[in-house]
């Protein structure tokens, strides 16, 4: 059975980094898109960034120029690098593998910015 496992998530400071880590088990990595989501207290859950399976990219607004996602193929997992956070950006991370026929969630990885 499919299953992604989100790791590196915690407390850190206004202005501070993050690097999130998602690692797929059971699935052909290579053929899913992957993406990061987050969810705030009392909001819906919104897409971060995606990256596809040929390395495009796409980024929420608020993410562009601060976020960086990434895949090691190798690894099957898939990266958020984050820099510059801000108290708004504290949520729970989720990390997403979507194929044509499928759709894979993980549990998700608190991250909490704040002095």
């Known amino acids: 059975q499919a299953q992604l496992v989100e790791s590196g998530g915690g407390l850190v400071q206004p202005g501070g980094s993050l690097r999130l880590s998602c690692q797929a088990s059971g699935t052909d990595f290579s053929m899913y898109a992957m993406g990061w989501f987050r969810q705030a207290p009392g909001k819906q859950r919104e897409l971060v960034a995606q990256i596809i399976s040929d390395g495009n990219t796409n980024y929420a607004a608020s993410a562009k120029g601060r976020f960086t996602i990434s895949r090691d193929n190798s ?27 499928s759709m894979i969630w993980g549990q998700g990885t608190q991250v909490t910015v704040s002095s």
Request: proline fraction near 4%; hydrophobic fraction near 35%; include cysteine.
């Open 75 to 101: 690894r099957d997992t898939v990266y958020l690098q984050m820099n510059s956070l801000k108290p708004e950006d504290t949520a729970v991370y989720y990390c997403n593998a979507k194929a044509y026929l």
